[in-house]
């Protein structure tokens, strides 16, 4: 199993030495996000100042941009990390589509699909020379010049990867993605009986097997060594799972676990300001379900194990174990080494 950090920098021009950090502590990933900063220009960065790790974005908003918009980035940073890029999309959700990004919502699995599809049909004219003609309902891809095509890229186009929730963008997942990032927000049960079979779905419909999409499961982990450090962390994750559990779009895995009457009241309590009292709507057991709790090497290892399902996982951490090594040794138990 692969195990993926998120850079975490004070600004962009640090990313390159957070990336390198990740590298040396045994990562084999590194991650930016759609948050306070662009997500592709960090990873130029991170692409030059290391030489093993693959750089991901974790996610790029597929709907604040347009196919060849993320066809152009993608491609260079496939060439400046020497094919070590993987181009991860999500779809947000609404409010922020059009209300944040001033873009179109409608149907956003049956347009996540045809955005992969147009991407790839892009890197086919790039990299193969076929004629560029996608024409979708959403988008209209039927211009390149010779002047604008990029030379055919020597490590090939990167993979794409999607992030999907509920079961309709899981299934796009497994039908059209080289990869799917589950959403930490999310219980073993849930994977096993709704999200696994749903990506099954998507693979059948697609005419491929699992092996042609990988998993990427991102998981809440609090660290500690003593008992205090623990009831930190957990405190801190239980802000985080507040947060998520208070969008519409997740209550499918609350109500997996029989929690689906704490999202409306999530909800609420975010619209009145009242985030530090939601925090206490969050017991020990949906932190145990959600998350993963141990010292540094216990974490690793259940990590290893929670997450048998993946291909690689990646860590949202909450370390208070005032370790400097936690990091090395989260990432040696993932990888079987503890």
């Not at 059009?98 to 996540?112: A, G, Y």
């Amino acid at each position: 199993m692969k195990i993926d950090g998120a850079l975490s920098f004070a600004g962009p021009g640090h990313a390159g030495a957070a990336a390198a950090r990740l590298e040396e502590q045994g990562f084999d990933g590194a991650l930016s996000f759609e948050g306070p900063h662009e997500p592709f220009m960090p990873l130029a960065l991170a692409a030059h100042e290391t030489k093993r790790i693959e750089i991901m974005t974790a996610v790029a908003i597929a709907f604040a941009r347009n196919p060849m918009v993320c066809a152009y980035a993608a491609n260079d940073l496939q060439l400046i990390s020497e094919g070590r890029f993987i181009l991860g999309l999500g779809s947000q959700i609404r409010p922020h589509i059009e209300r944040r990004f001033s873009q179109t919502w409608s149907k956003p699995n049956s347009r996540m699909r045809e955005f992969v599809l147009a991407i790839r049909a892009i890197f086919r004219t790039w990299n193969e020379g076929e004629p560029l003609k996608f024409e979708g309902e959403f988008y209209r891809h039927t211009l390149m010049t010779p002047f604008l095509s990029p030379q055919p890229n020597p490590h090939g186009p990167p993979p794409i990867y999607l992030a999907g929730f509920g079961a309709g963008m899981i299934r796009v997942a497994g039908e059209v993605a080289d990869g799917w990032m589950v959403h930490p927000l999310h219980t073993t049960g849930y994977m096993h009986d709704v999200a696994i079979p749903a990506l099954h779905e998507g693979l059948a419909k697609g005419g491929r097997t699992p092996a042609d999409c990988e998993i990427s499961a991102q998981t809440i982990c609090m660290v500690g060594r003593t008992e205090e450090q623990i009831e930190k962390a957990k405190a801190a994750a239980k802000m985080q799972i507040s947060f998520y559990g208070s969008t519409p779009a997740y209550r499918v895995a609350l109500e997996h676990e029989g929690w689906g009457d704490l999202q409306p009241e999530l909800n609420r309590m975010s619209k009145a300001g009242l985030w530090a009292e939601m925090t206490g709507l969050i017991s020990d057991e949906m932190l145990e379900k959600i998350g993963v709790i141990g010292t540094p090497e216990e974490v690793g290892r259940r990590l290893r194990e929670r997450n048998n399902f993946a291909a690689r996982t990646s860590v949202i951490l909450y370390d208070e174990s005032g370790d400097p090594e936690a990091l090395p040794k989260i990432a040696a138990g993932v990888h079987g080494e503890d």
